[in-house]
Each structure stands twice: as structure tokens, then as C-alpha cells.
């Protein structure tokens, strides 16, 4: 199976843009759907966005749509969040995961791989 490793966490005023990505190896990275979520501390971790592994779909929670864009590049082996107008409240671990199920998948029981996660701050 994949392992997975994300990138492009920081500190970053509010405001700015954040490109993170997840980076793939091992594993057919062609078969896999995609999904980011966030933690934040005492909080659960959320879905954030996922690309399926053909077509591809693409879905984004309420929280980040119309301010992020989920991308794919297989030739790379990377998925890219690409997150705008960053809040405070957007201050959490990043962290992309694998799923080999078919579709659109928002659900985090079906992600069977994840990465080690990348710090995002964001202050006012």
C-alpha cells in the first residue's frame, strides 16, 4: 500500500494562502482516492476535502469550500490542498490519507492509510 508524507505547514498570517502536499510512494497511487482532514487541539479530527482516484470528483466540507481546491497530479505521486483567506480557526495538523474505495469518500473509517500530519498556525 501507499505511504503517505505531507508538506507546506507553517505559520502564516490570516489572510494569506497555504499550498499543502501529500506526497506518495510505495503502492499504486492511481488506485487510491484522496482525503484531507485537520486536528486542532481537544478537538476530533474533520474532513476537509477529498479527490477521488478517477475522474477525478472532487468534495470539500463547509468549512474550506469556496476557499480551497483540492488537485492531483499522478505523474508526481502528489495530491495538493490548496487553502485561501486562512483564519485563525483554520490552526490545526494537516493530514492527508489514502482510500481504495471508489468515489467520492468523506467518511475517515474508509481511509486506510494516513501521514504523520504538518503543523499549520495561523495568527491575526
Known amino acids: 500500500q501507499v505511504q503517505l508524507v505531507e508538506s507546506g505547514g507553517g505559520l502564516v498570517q490570516a489572510g494569506d494562502s497555504l499550498r499543502l502536499s501529500c506526497a506518495a510512494s510505495g503502492g499504486t497511487f492511481g488506485s487510491t482516492g484522496i482525503g484531507w482532514f485537520r486536528q486542532a487541539p481537544g478537538k476530533e479530527r474533520e474532513f476537509l476535502a477529498t479527490?477521488?482516484?478517477?475522474?477525478?470528483?472532487?468534495y470539500y466540507a463547509d468549512s474550506v469550500k469556496g476557499r480551497s481546491t483540492i488537485s492531483r497530479d499522478n505523474a508526481k505521486n502528489t495530491v495538493y490542498l490548496q487553502v485561501s483567506s486562512l483564519k485563525p480557526e483554520d490552526t490545526a495538523v494537516y493530514y492527508c490519507a489514502a482510500t481504495y474505495v471508489s468515489g467520492v469518500v468523506t467518511n475517515r473509517d474508509y481511509y486506510r492509510v494516513w501521514g504523520q500530519g504538518t503543523q499549520v498556525t495561523v495568527f491575526s
Open positions: 479527490i477521488s482516484r478517477s475522474g477525478p470528483s472532487t
